[in-house]
């Protein structure tokens, strides 16, 4: 899948989408996808100037994107719901990320019950891990969120 036919599923845009291609997609089980790095993102003038390092909320999101791609179409295509993340379970960042890496996220499907799905999620750089942790989603109406 790639750059184009991502942005007909998820909602997010540059410069908050990260996830520029996918490798792998079972739909409603897991999702292999790339979010290459660059040292031009403009997160990385303040974090840090001098020795640039990607923020760990923003491969969580990275993670959060991926998987929002897993969860069926006919569930995540309903315009009057949005799907959130819930909770953040475990979330360990091992190595930290840099410019110049390419990310290899993988994220599986671990529990899908009573509009709760939670998602176990591994972050590489090659073969070095970068990160892994546990994701959780429900679906909101935008009312709820925006007072509708």
Known sequence: ???IEINKRIKQRPPFQMIERVLELEAGQSAKGIKNVSVNEPYFAGHFPEAPIM??????????QLCSL????EKSNDPDKIFVL?????FKFIKPV?????L?????KTLDS?????????????EQLKAKGTLM??????????GG
Not at 70 to 73: A, D, F, G, Q, R
Not at 104 to 108: C, G, N, S
Not at 121 to 126: E, L, M, N
Not at 137 to 146: L, P
């Open 55 to 64: 923020p760990g909320v923003l491969i969580t999101e990275a993670c959060a």
């Open 114 to 126: 009573s509009g709760l799905y939670e998602f176990g999620a591994v972050v590489k750089a090659g």
């Open 1 to 3: 899948m790639n750059i």
């Open 70 to 73: 897993v969860i069926e179409p």
């Open 86 to 90: 819930l909770k953040i379970k475990d």
């Open 104 to 108: 290899v996220i993988d994220v599986k």
């Open 137 to 146: 989603f429900t679906a909101v109406s935008k009312d709820d969120i925006y």
């Open 98 to 102: 840099i410019p110049g890496d390419t």
